[in-house]
């Protein structure tokens, strides 16, 4: 039986993934279009990588009552239970009940927007998400009516190329991602030339809580960070790609199902819910 060297492939990936990025840091010096370009290469390669179940783009999340995040810049959401975003002047605008994950982009893991890091500029966009309204309603499985499940986690994070903060140790950076409490909690991150992380939590969901939005926050306010595992360099791409993986398929799974009548208020329409 013949064989393939699957970490000679990860390593080609990895490689190519990184000189993608780091072509386009140093050779687009408008802001704006080096912004653009290094979002537009992480939405591709997400885009090229994670199974078709799940849609990439930038967005702004909305939700039933009007609400709308900060812009993201790489948005993961679901296309099958949320059956509309809406596009306008550029823009998507995709409803709160669909979406994963958001990430922030940033060429450095270092740096500023006004007297804000980075990392507590990405806390408050993915905060911005979470603290949207969420609907959930029955669903037909097997035939059968199914009562509304509970809202899924939104995971949040932050993709940078590089890091120029000390490669000696970490603690900055788990200085910032610790300081980041309740609906700014970050889960996970890739920075390309440096490695991946992601965030161990204390803390768990009370099941008991049958208030959906009450049961998350709580979960956020109280969970505490146990530990951040830092991948090798080597395998920055690599290990991100698997660790996103698993939380979305494992983790979270299926999103609920979004109630389209909480929506279809806004035109004062009530949509018969029966056959």
């Avoid at 990430?103 to 927007?113: L, S, T, W, Y």
């Avoid at 500029?121 to 969420?134: Q, T």
């Avoid at 939005?213 to 991100?240: A, G, Q």
Wanted: net charge negative; glycine share 6%; proline share 3%.
């Amino acid at each position: 039986m013949n064989k393939i060297d699957l970490k000679q492939m990860f390593n080609g990936l990895q490689l190519q993934m990184t000189a993608q990025l780091n072509t386009n840091r140093e050779f687009i010096t408008h802001p704006g279009s080096k912004g653009d370009t290094l979002e537009n290469a992480w939405i591709e390669w997400l885009q090229k990588y994670l199974p078709n179940r799940y849609s990439i783009d930038k967005a702004i999340i909305i939700d039933h009552e009007g609400n709308t995040s900060h812009q993201i810049d790489v948005v993961i959401y679901d296309n099958w239970f949320t059956p509309f975003i809406f596009s306008q002047n550029g823009f998507h605008y995709i409803p709160a009940e669909g979406v994963y994950a958001v990430f922030e982009v940033k060429p450095d893991i270092q740096g500023n927007v006004g007297k804000q890091t980075y990392i507590e500029y990405a806390s408050e966009k993915i905060e911005s998400v979470r603290v949207l309204k969420r609907t959930s309603t029955n669903i037909i499985n097997a035939g059968q009516k199914q009562n509304p499940r509970g809202l899924t986690k939104i995971i949040g994070g932050i993709l940078t190329s590089t890091n120029s903060f000390t490669h000696n140790n970490n603690n900055t950076i788990e200085k910032y991602i610790k300081n980041q409490k309740g609906l700014k909690g970050i889960d996970i991150g890739c920075i390309a030339d440096y490695g991946s992380f992601y965030v161990d939590y204390n803390g768990e969901e009370n099941f008991d809580t049958k208030d959906f939005e009450k049961r998350l926050k709580d979960y956020y306010d109280k969970r505490s960070v146990k530990d951040i595992i830092f991948s090798d360099s080597e395998n920055s791409l690599v290990s991100f790609f698997l660790q996103l993986t698993r939380y979305l398929q494992q983790a979270i799974g299926t999103i609920p199902a979004i109630d389209l009548n909480a929506y279809s208020k806004a035109i004062d329409f009530e949509i018969d819910e029966e056959l």
